[in-house]
């Protein structure tokens, strides 16, 4: 798996690097150090502090602890989200929202949190129109100023990696 969510992952579309490195700029996506998550030993990406203080339900808040940055997880069979080196801090069920890549077999959990894109809404236009107009429509609002990764999506980063993988796998399956 590649390791930056901004690497264009689908040859559908020849405009889709422009629009991936446009979001990618103001949302660079980091690797977490040698860090590794406690539970599954899978290695992190950093996330900024106020990516949890958006995304950590109120009531456990309290608890998120005085770093600026945490890891978090990308191991979709791990639930573990956030880590520090040697620590668990929060798991799927801290977070007010579904961590879209740590539920593959759910069709409603986002994958564009900014704009409400799920691999559901997808595959329905892909079956309907033939195409997706997600990254399009992501592109013109990244472009309009209106993308805030990094309180709206626990990954804290660009979503157009997971959009583009998931257009990918889609349109593999409606092919078959
Ligand atoms: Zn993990």
């Known amino acids: 798996m590649s390791e930056s969510c901004c690497s264009p992952q689908s040859k559908s579309t020849q405009s889709q690097k422009t629009e991936t490195e446009s979001c990618c700029e103001l949302h660079p996506p980091q690797v977490c150090g040698p860090t590794k998550c406690p539970q599954c030993q ?22 998120i602890p005085s770093y600026d940055e945490f890891c978090f997880c990308r191991n979709p069979q791990c639930d573990v989200v956030y880590f520090r080196p040697e620590k668990i801090i929060f798991r799927k069920n801290d977070l007010s929202v579904r961590v879209g890549i740590k539920e593959p077999n759910d069709p409603m959990a986002p994958v564009c949190y900014c704009f409400d894109w799920t691999p559901h ?3 329905s236009q892909i079956k309907t129109i033939g195409n997706t107009t997600a990254l399009d429509e992501i592109k013109a609002q990244v472009k309009a100023g209106n993308c805030y990764c990094e309180i709206t999506n626990p990954q804290g980063s660009c979503c157009l990696g997971n959009v583009n993988k998931i257009i990918t796998e889609v349109t593999a399956k409606e092919v078959v």
């Open 42 to 63: 899978g290695l992190g990406k950093t996330v900024k502090r106020i990516t949890l203080g958006s995304l950590i339900k109120p009531e456990k808040r309290s608890f």
């Open 121 to 123: 809404k997808i595959r």
